[in-house]
Structure formats: C-alpha cells, structure tokens
C-alpha cells in the first residue's frame, strides 16, 4: 500500500506530533511525506518526498496576525498550479493533517482523503467556542482542507471521533524535574516584547525559546535558547511551568508533564481563541495579550496558581489502525464548490 502523508508546517505543532505519527504509519505500508507551509522552525527527522512554500500565516511583533504578509506571501496562482500537478493518483490512501494543497488535489481528482488532527475536532458542536463565534473562523476549521473522513484530536474527548492528545515517546520518556525555572515559548511575539515583563520578575529565572538567536545568551534572569526540539525538551522537563500560545501540542504536554501553564492566545486567531477557551475550561489559565497588566497576572501565576493533574494515555497504535480500518471516524460531506464561493474562493 502506498501511503501519503501531508502535513501542514504553519507553526511547529504539527510537526511535532507527526514525530510520533510516522512510524506507526510506515508499518502499513511504504509512507511518503509530503510537508507544506514556510515558517516552522522544527525538522523533521525522516525524509520527505515532496515539500511546498504552501498557504503560511505570519505574526506581527505583539501577539497577532500579520495579515499583509500573509496576503503577500499567498502566491495564489502557484498554489493552484501545484494542487493540479500534485500527483495524489499515486496513493492508495492519504491522510492530511490540515494541509491545503494536497487536500485540494483529492478533491480536484476525487480522491478519498482522511483528516486526522487537531483541526477535525472542530467539526463538532461539543467542541469548545469562545462566546462571540466567528463566522470566518469556523469555514477555515471545516473547509480549509476537507476531506471525506476526520478523527479529531483535542484536550477532552468531546465527541466519539475526538481523541486526547497524541503525547510524543520523547515526552512521555522524560525525567521530569522541578528545577526553579519557568520555560517561554511564544513564537508569535517579538522578544523584546516578552523580555520587558520577564525582567520584572527579578527573582524568577526564564528560559524563553527565540527564532533569532543562534547560540544561547543570558540577560539578567532571561536565559535566550534557539528553537531547538532537544533543548526545548530539556528545558521544559526540569521547569516548574510553560508560558506558551493557546495552540495544542505545547500545552497538552505541558500539562501531561504536571507542569503548569498560561496561555496567550495568538490575537485575532479564531482556533488558539477556541482552545482558550477549552483550556481555561479545564483550569488553565489564560491571558488574553501581554500589555501593562501583564505583569500582575504573571506575578499572580508564578506565586498563587498550582499544576493540574491530567493523565493523557498512550492511544496513538489504536488511533493508527481506526483510521486504515475506518473506525470511529467522522464521515465527512464534500465540500460544495457553492460553499467556497460563498467564502470568496473559486481555485477551479
């Protein structure tokens, strides 16, 4: 059986759990990689067959989106150009974790395609909103990278296709300290922003993880790490809790760990706002932007706010062998070609 896997590479997250993904996936059959997005700073550690600049999403230096960026770099004729030319008819099953271009070529070629991820679990009404939904927000979820079956992936299982989260070997094989340090990995604000509320903190030491340094430096209580999976692993075991964006792998390990965590939803970002809203559910605590305020609630969690005890299993061979045997998988209708130009959409 050939098999492709297609993962979105906007962020680390993804990545990081198809770490765990991809040898369980090579045991049904010969696997290809297939990795699209420009602003990940992870690797992966096998190799990949095919590889695109795709759909990115860029920051700006205060927490939000960066919408022209993300506009300029949306070369919008070059995605087409590689949805028709992508060559899905070679796979005997796909599975895409929210990529968009070879969700578009099963589509375009009526190929049958498997969802499986994070981005699935939204296809439920049980799954957590914040108060005001967003109507943007919810068609990038569902019809961003349709596909005809989803198993989901979320901090509860809120409905019979959403699993837990998938917790890396890795992770799961750490020895877990507490050695007095807190690690900060907030990829979507610039660090001098972070750095000014850190140094507050004078008697706290932070390990905050950069895209810019290249070798590790030390402010004052600051210690600046490149991104690095092994140093960010190191880190985070031996910490007493992780500041981190409301995305999904970081905090769930976090949380698997017995550390504590905050949670700073990237601004105007619909899904991190839905999964802050899911974590403050559980008792996590979430604070919405880093400003003048910042530093009393960072001063408040430091001091007054204790870990939570959530267990996550080991379910990833089980969730592998329902996606080749379609068990408990959600069935998904196409997406009509009305729908996307409703949204403003028309690739075809």
Not at 75 to 103: G, W
Not at 122 to 145: D, N, Q, V
Not at 263 to 277: H, T
Not at 341 to 346: D, E, I, S, W
Request: net charge positive.
């Amino acid at each position: 059986m050939k098999i492709l896997y297609a993962i979105q590479a906007t962020g680390n997250g993804h990545l990081s759990r198809a770490r765990e993904i991809i040898p369980h996936l090579a045991e049904f059959g010969e696997l290809d990689l297939f990795v699209s997005g420009d602003n990940a700073q992870m690797e992966l550690p096998y190799p990949i067959k095919y590889r695109s600049k795709g759909f990115s999403i860029y920051y700006d230096k205060t927490g939000g989106l960066d919408y022209l960026k993300t506009y300029k770099n949306a070369k919008t004729k070059r995605l087409v150009q590689e949805i028709k030319d992508f060559p899905i008819d070679k796979y005997d099953l796909v599975i895409n974790d929210f990529e968009f271009i070879s969700a578009y070529a099963a589509r375009l070629k009526h190929k049958e395609i498997i969802g499986f991820g994070h981005q699935i679990a939204f296809h439920s009404g049980a799954t957590p909103r914040p108060k005001r939904k967003s109507y943007f927000g919810e068609m990038i979820l569902k019809h961003y990278a349709p596909c005809n079956y989803g198993l989901g992936l979320h901090f509860d299982e809120f409905d019979n296709f959403i699993k837990k989260p998938i917790i890396r070997s890795e992770v799961r094989s750490l020895d877990v300290k507490q050695k007095g340090h807190y690690t900060v990995y907030l990829g979507h604000y610039d660090d001098s922003e972070v750095m000014k509320y850190l140094k507050r903190a004078k008697d706290t030491e932070f390990h905050l993880f950069s895209k810019t340094v290249k070798t590790i430096e030390t402010h004052k209580n600051i210690t600046l790490l490149p991104i690095s999976n092994q140093l960010y692993l190191n880190s985070l075991a031996d910490s007493e809790g992780l500041i981190t964006g409301a995305g999904f792998e970081a905090p769930a390990e976090a949380l698997f760990l017995g550390k504590k965590v905050m949670a700073i939803p990237i601004k105007g970002q619909y899904e991190q706002l839905c999964n802050a809203k899911a974590l403050k559910n559980i008792g996590v605590t979430v604070v919405k932007k880093i400003n003048d305020k910042f530093s009393l609630k960072l001063h408040d969690w430091l001091y007054n706010i204790k870990p939570l005890q959530i267990d996550y299993p080991d379910q990833t061979a089980q969730m592998i062998e329902d996606i080749f045997k379609k068990k408990n998988l959600l069935k998904l209708r196409e997406v009509s070609e009305s729908s996307w130009l409703q949204f403003g959409f028309k690739l075809f």
